[in-house]
């Protein structure tokens, strides 16, 4: 029992990270029909300026954290404004081979800035663990849970209140007649760039506190990719909840069939659940558009 | 100099027409940079009128509601020729959401509502950029116009009934304050009954609210009857108009499109006597 429970508990967390990039794949995907196959790599970077920060100015981690996040969206909205925007009407094919391109760059882009080897990001906190009777877990793992929490519940209440919210579902369920309705589908995308590079500069600041950092961390977006197919392509709360189906599905498997299992038990359980529905767990669009 | 031949004292001359609200200047529309969808359409809206846009299946009707909602631009549409003006002012150049800021909104073609959006949400986005106090006082309106809506706010809009769909879609419309409202056919496939409905509301919009109402419709007899003013476009050109209760009293109106036959399938461009008619008639 006290295995299971470590196991699970620790999927909890890494998909909880999963989850937080899964939901910038679904905020783009739902705004602008599009795959951003560089979501793994705009993770990778923001962990990176956080650690430039701390390394070089503090330590603090309301600092680290703010100016990281406000890269973040300042990022985001760079890529919408310089790369995206000119994409705008032309074959989704080429939009998707750009965010492809895109992703090249950001890659190769950490060994020209910073360096290939593995660092730690340490502001000081979350790694001290707290018991629960047996089972012991560290405070950033459940500060990443408690934060996907939180970012699901502020997600529907976007989505179902705010004016801006309610645009983007409809930009999303037919954008002609969002343009129809005086809503500027420009900023619409702006906005979801903007939002999906700070969620997923979220994930990439708890991953590198949580385990370390190095070029390799883009991995992160070939993992919560598969979260957001399973959640629904187009379910920003979906995919977050696939992301910790999956995280504590590999874990299980990787804990009770052996550590090979793990890399292959997430999409195991996409391959099923995609028969059963193909849109995802969550999904309501074809996902023809891709 | 202006001595005889005056017009009864306190009529207006008629040649001194007040300058349309909305005006379609020699409009030429071109698709994919080969189809000439429409060519050298000059059309004029008064301000408080009624005008009716009439034609069968591909004239040319809707592309040029797209044009004026700057729509164009996402089925590789381009208005290659001639202008649009609003008050005066060129608007062909502006961006969708400033034309409906500016006042110009259309009830598109097969009302669109956002399906899986509730009632509520989708005459919110309606009112998207008049956000703020007002929002209360416009849905009381619009509510009132169409008491059905009133009773299905949190239904999904996709379930309702195509008359409740093109009730909202006009809802959602009135919510951005228009001064111009285009409506694109608005009674396709409606029942009689909604029919009466919905033009009895679009009397009202103009009669009580002021509004400048542009109306496309292959229904000609619904549409004149409301009208104060008729166009009839044929592949994309202006072939025949004058004021409503003349077209609908015109033999080849009647014929074409009022559904009073006369003699074998003909095109209104075949009539050799329509220029003389259409002289005749403005
Ligand atoms: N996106 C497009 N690309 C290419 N051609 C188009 C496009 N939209 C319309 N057309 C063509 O332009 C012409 C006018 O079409 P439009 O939709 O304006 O007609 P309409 O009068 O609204 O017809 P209907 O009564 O059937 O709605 C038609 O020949 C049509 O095939
Ligand atoms: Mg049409």
Redesign the pocket.
Same mark, same amino acid.
């Given at each position: 029992m006290r295995f299971f429970l470590e196991l699970a508990l620790s999927g909890l967390a890494v998909g909880a990270v999963y989850g937080l990039v899964a939901m910038g794949f679904a905020v783009i995907y739902k705004a602008t029909g599009l795959v951003n196959f560089a979501q793994g790599e705009l993770t990778m970077i923001i962990a990176y300026i956080a650690w430039t920060i701390q390394t070089n100015l503090t330590g603090n981690v309301a600092v680290v954290t703010v100016g990281a996040l406000g890269a973040a969206l300042l990022l985001g909205l760079a890529i919408e404004r310089v790369v995206m925007r000119p994409m705008l009407g032309e074959p989704v094919f080429a939009t998707v081979m750009v965010t492809i391109a895109l992703a090249v760059i950001l890659r190769s882009s950490i060994n020209f800035i910073w360096d290939a080897y593995p660092h730690g990001l340490d502001l000081g906190v979350g790694r001290s663990v707290v018991r629960a009777g047996a089972v012991g877990i560290r405070t950033g793992q459940i500060a990443v849970v408690a934060t996907l929490l939180a970012m699901l519940a502020g997600f529907t209440l976007f989505f179902r209140y705010s004016r801006f919210g309610i645009a983007m579902r409809a930009v999303a369920a037919d954008d002609r007649t969002a343009l129809l309705m005086g809503v500027s589908t420009g900023r619409v995308h702006a906005a979801a760039w903007a939002a999906s590079a700070v969620i997923s500069g979220i994930a990439g600041i708890f991953f590198a506190v949580s385990y370390d950092l190095s070029p390799t961390m883009f991995q992160l977006g070939l993992k919560s990719f598969p979260a957001t197919i399973l959640g629904g392509l187009d379910a920003v709360i979906g995919s977050g909840l696939g992301g910790v189906i999956i995280g504590v599905a590999e874990n299980l498997a990787g804990g009770y069939l052996g550590s090979g299992t793990k890399e292959v038990a997430g999409f195991v359980l996409i391959i099923v659940i995609l028969m059963v529905r193909p849109f995802g767990l969550f999904g309501q669009r074809d996902i023809e558009r891709v | 100099m202006i001595a005889a031949g005056l017009p009864s004292r306190g009529q207006p001359v008629p040649s001194a027409a007040p300058a349309p609200l909305l005006e379609f200047r020699n409009v030429r529309v071109v698709?994919?940079k080969a189809?000439e =969808?429409?060519r050298d359409v000059s059309l004029s809206v008064p301000e408080r009128g009624v005008v009716a846009l009439l &034609?069968?299946?591909? =004239?040319?009707?809707?592309?040029?509601l797209k044009a004026m909602s700057g729509l164009l631009y996402t089925?590789? &549409?381009v208005l290659e020729g001639g202008s649009i003006r609003f008050r005066g002012a060129e608007i062909q150049a502006l961006a969708p959401d400033e034309l409906v800021r500016s006042g110009i909104v259309q009830v598109p073609?097969g009302r669109r509502v956002f399906a899986a959006l509730t009632v509520d949400e989708n005459l919110a986005m309606g009112g998207f950029t008049k956000s703020g106090s007002s929002a209360r006082a416009k849905l009381e309106r619009v509510f009132e116009l169409f008491p059905r809506l009133a009773e299905r706010r949190g239904q999904v809009a996709g379930y309702m009934s195509g008359g409740e769909q093109q009730m909202l879609a006009i809802g959602r419309a009135l919510m951005s304050e228009p001064v111009v409202l285009a409506l694109?056919?608005p009674s396709l496939g409606l029942a009689p009954l909604v029919i009466d409905r919905i033009y009895g509301v679009i009397a009202r919009l103009r009669d009580e609210f002021g509004l400048t109402v542009l109306l496309?419709e292959?229904n000609a007899q619904r549409a004149l009857d409301v009208a104060d003013h008729g166009y009839i476009?044929e592949n994309?050109r202006v072939v025949l108009d004058g004021p409503a209760d003349r077209l609908a009293g015109n033999e080849d109106v009647r014929e074409f499109y009022l559904g009073v036959s006369r003699e074998g399938e003909k095109s209104l461009r075949d009539v050799k006597h329509y220029k003389r008619r259409k002289r005749w008639l403005s």
């Open positions: - | 698709y994919d189809i =969808a429409v &034609g069968s299946n591909g =004239a040319g009707k809707s592309t040029l089925e590789e &549409g073609e694109d056919e496309v292959q476009l994309g």
